[in-house]
């Protein structure tokens, strides 16, 4: 079979560009190199919604970074993807940043920011009563938000499915080639897409993807980011997302509550070769957290009930690339998209889809394309009565599997039958957030383990963490 386009790379900006393509009557193929969507930058960054005056004038960055955020909230409702638009604020805390917040103010108005304001240290303690009493002022952009990522990306990969794309998992590019106005992308299994479009939208493999298409080269830098996620008991902390002045490395480190009502605290930035571990480096939270509390003091490595890093693509122009191979306008390359790229990506979508319409022309449109999913549960959420109601129809969702998050089988079990849905127990945990709690798995793990098991028609053993060879069990010891 020849797809008529053919996306690499299963973040939220290659799923929202299947979804995007999914409205038409074309062949859509979604191409992953690991087990699950939003494996790689996606499920590790900050969750913001930037309103888009940190990027520089005239950029891709600052076009579609405003462009995405006006779009993000409409999207997130017809997902049902937690979304809060909550302001962000900039803060300065000496007579130097507050001239570079009116600089960041500037540009925000040039770059179409809406609704900024630079406020006072009275104003910015009434909005934020738990900030330094070291600061002076802040920007506060009110259209700024947060989301969270991976939910977006399922969400987006659901919707794809459900309208016709087909997902391939654990497909690793090993080599790409261009005959007869034909793409032959060949995994390292030995297994094979033909495609008449290709979308490179590989993330942190984005530009050795490009590469082994057609040697072109471009220069990228992998640039970690650790974090920590505090317990919901500190739900309190603050209600916008708190900026630094930023820096040559990035935005600096923020404090922000999470849609799940947590609040992180990171990122540090450090560029490194090894873009495959993501390891929290030792001593980096003790430094990340020594900076936060610059901004709110009361942050701590107490109540602190996991850390994470991610890694991004930083492209050395600090600027998206989106952009055909060179002598193939049918192969777009996405390189260096790194923050704002989650801010971003639904205008990212829209781009490339423009793109490829001006270059293809403009498929006809399917007449039943279902622009949305089917609502997950969130059975914690649901009034008393709806409660009963469920329970009445599958008993699954009386039993009660992951205890701090309250999350029931049935709600496990949906996760597993969506389109492109879990296969191991971080893709639930993604889904269902069985296992993000306080006890981080310990209670609910193995009855994940089991319940996928069960449900995938697999052994125990074969039941994995996160794919490849992390396995659970190895084997019975009785």
């Avoid at 490179?200 to 970690?224: Q, S, T």
């Amino acid at each position: 079979m020849v797809y008529d386009v053919a996306i690499i790379g299963a973040g939220v900006v290659g799923t929202l560009i299947a979804r995007a393509f999914s409205k038409y009557d074309m062949n859509v193929v979604l191409i992953e190199k690991t087990a699950d969507v939003a494996m790689g930058t996606t499920k590790a960054n900050s969750g913001i919604v930037h309103a888009g005056f940190d990027a520089q004038s005239g950029t891709m960055k600052a076009k579609l970074n405003v462009r995405g955020c006006a779009l993000m909230e409409d999207l997130c409702k017809e997902l049902f993807v937690p979304y809060e638009k909550n302001g962000s604020l900039v803060v300065a805390f000496n007579d130097q940043e507050l001239e570079t917040i009116k600089v960041l103010y500037d540009r925000g108005i040039t770059n179409g920011v809406p609704d900024m304001e630079i406020i006072d240290a009275a104003k910015l303690r009434e909005l934020e009563p738990n900030i330094s009493e070291e600061a002076k002022g802040a920007l506060w952009a009110k259209s700024a938000g947060i989301v969270s990522p991976y939910e977006l990306a399922i969400a987006a990969a659901e919707c794809a499915c459900g309208n016709g794309v087909e997902f391939k998992r654990n497909f690793d590019v090993d080599a790409i080639t261009f005959a007869d106005g034909v793409f032959s992308v060949k995994c390292k299994c030995g297994c094979e897409v033909a495609a008449k479009v290709v979308i490179n939208a590989a993330g942190l493999g984005a530009a050795e993807i490009a590469k082994k298409f057609n040697g072109e080269e471009y220069e990228v830098i992998g640039r970690l980011g650790e974090y920590g996620l505090l317990d919901r008991s500190c739900a309190g902390t603050c209600s916008h997302t708190i900026f630094q002045c930023p820096n040559e490395m990035g935005k600096g480190v923020l404090v922000t509550p999470s849609c799940h009502h947590n609040i992180l605290v990171g990122p540090s930035s450090v560029n490194v070769d090894d873009v495959d571990d993501m390891s929290v480096r030792v001593g980096a939270l003790r430094q990340i957290f020594a900076t936060a509390q610059k901004s709110v003091p009361i942050v701590s490595t107490r109540d602190m009930i996991t850390s994470f890093a991610g890694i991004r693509a930083h492209h050395v122009d600090d600027d998206f690339i989106i952009t055909p191979a060179k002598d193939n306008d049918k192969f777009i390359n996405l390189i260096g998209i790194e923050s704002p790229g989650l801010a971003s990506s639904p205008a990212i979508a829209e781009y490339v889809e423009e793109m490829v319409i001006n270059t293809i022309g403009k498929p006809v449109e399917k007449a039943n394309y279902n622009p949305s999913r089917k609502a997950p549960v969130v059975f914690r959420e649901l009034p008393p009565e709806k409660q009963e109601a469920l329970i009445a129809e599958n008993p699954a969702y009386a039993r009660v599997i992951c205890r701090c998050e309250t999350i029931t089988e049935g709600e496990i079990r949906d996760a597993i039958k969506a389109p492109a849905g879990a296969i191991d127990i971080d893709g639930v945990k993604r889904r269902t957030r069985a296992g993000m709690g306080r006890c981080q798995g310990g209670f609910c793990g193995s009855k994940v383990l089991e319940i996928l098991a069960e449900e995938l028609n697999l052994p125990k053993e074969d039941i994995t963490k996160f794919g490849g060879e992390s396995k659970i069990i190895y084997e019975r010891t009785k």
